[in-house]
């Protein structure tokens, strides 16, 4: 199946500082990343959808100006957590979608994990 | 507005046969997936539902009845590895985010 990557797979950050996390498709073009974040013992949490070229549309709930998306290529969407906080520490998981093998699929990234001191 | 539903918790033996079920009232269909997490990890797909029916995937399968807005995924020869936390998404329109049920925390005792 396709690989989604993410990077770094751990974070330690001090608060108040900007953490910059990337997900690429490595095999397929993703015309659309989804990123999700997950508290611990609780379900994955939908954050912003983002296509490539385009503005992120963020959930409701989700502050645009502090978690910045950026989807510039068709392979690559980064999330920048700004002046982090203790309650940013959470696992974040992007989820890359886009055309393989034939057909339209979505395959998620092995996840981020967020630790804010 | 959305809502997917599964129980919290539940508990087995090895060798057994366990069923968890999901419900779900969404606005709009086009696919129900499953999916398996263990802790500190990222969720790996299981089964994909788009028709009614039963999909079935060596020792797990997944039922799907879309007008009753329901599905479960069977487990079956439970094995001390499947404890995990079982994830239930739905998604709306082709193309958008999958939206995720709260998960049920399997766990398997010998």
């Known amino acids: 199946g396709a690989v989604v990557s993410q990077h770094p797979s751990r974070v330690i950050c001090k608060s108040g500082t900007s953490v910059k996390i990337e997900c690429r498709s490595l095999d397929f073009q993703a015309t659309t990343m989804f990123w999700y974040r997950q508290f611990p013992k609780q379900s994955l949490m939908l954050m912003a959808t983002s296509n490539e070229g385009s503005k992120a549309t963020y959930e409701q709930g989700v502050e645009k100006d502090k978690f910045l998306i950026n989807h510039a290529s068709l392979t690559l969407s980064t999330l920048t957590v700004t002046s982090a906080h203790p309650e940013d520490s959470s696992f974040y998981i992007c989820?890359?979608?886009?055309?393989?093998?034939?057909?339209?699929?979505?395959?998620f990234g092995p996840g981020t994990r967020l630790t804010v001191t | 507005g959305q809502n997917i539903d599964q129980p919290t918790e539940m508990t087995a033996t090895e060798g057994a046969i366990v069923q968890i079920n999901c419900t779900y009232q969404?606005?709009?269909?086009?696919?129900l997936f499953w999916y398996q997490q263990h802790a500190g990890e990222a969720p790996t797909f299981l089964s994909y539902?788009?028709?009614?029916g039963l999909e079935e995937k060596g020792r797990f399968s997944s039922f799907l009845s879309r007008s009753k807005g329901y599905s479960y995924l069977l487990l079956k020869e439970l094995q001390m590895k499947d404890s995990a936390s079982y994830l239930c998404a739905v998604r709306g329109q082709a193309g958008t985010a999958l939206i995720f049920g709260k998960g049920t925390t399997l766990s398997v005792s010998s």
């Open positions: 539902n788009v028709l009614d």
């Open positions: 989820s890359a979608h886009g055309r393989t093998g034939g057909s339209y699929e979505q395959y």
């Open positions: 969404t606005s709009g269909f086009n696919g």
